[in-house]
């Protein structure tokens, strides 16, 4: 996956963050398990704003949901995500949410003209990091999975 950028002044605010830095490795982990996501066997390094992940994933779709989980939060402003998954799949498209944007627009915006009802699939998409369709702020980063 590479490294991905994100707003670093806007997200979730963890113990220690701020605009110039990343919470602790402890305090990310803390977000992980949060989410559901597991960060054992999973090697989280910060630098400043930056952070960096190695080790192996259950999946593509989670390796990319714990890229987001770690970066859509306060003081990140990228992830360098080197994790290998278990089960490889087609990448999904990251987008960063601007200033009026909702679901449905951006599931017209990425899947074609007539579409909006495929927002369903970026909500299920972003599970357990939205929580609910309407729930989304502008600088947050989501996945677009690909349209089976």
Known sequence: MGLLSFIKDVGEKLFGA?????ASVDELKKELDKHGLSADGLNIQVDGDKVTVTGEAAS??????????LGNTVGVASVDNQLTAKQAAPEAQMYTVKKGDNLW??????????QGAKHTVIFEANKPMLTHPDKIYPGQVLRIPPLN
Do not use: M, N, R, V
């Open 18 to 22: 701020s605009e110039a830095q990343a």
């Open 60 to 69: 593509t779709e989670e390796a990319e949901k714990i890229t987001l989980a």
């Open 105 to 114: 627009k951006i599931a017209e915006a990425h899947y074609g003209a007539g």
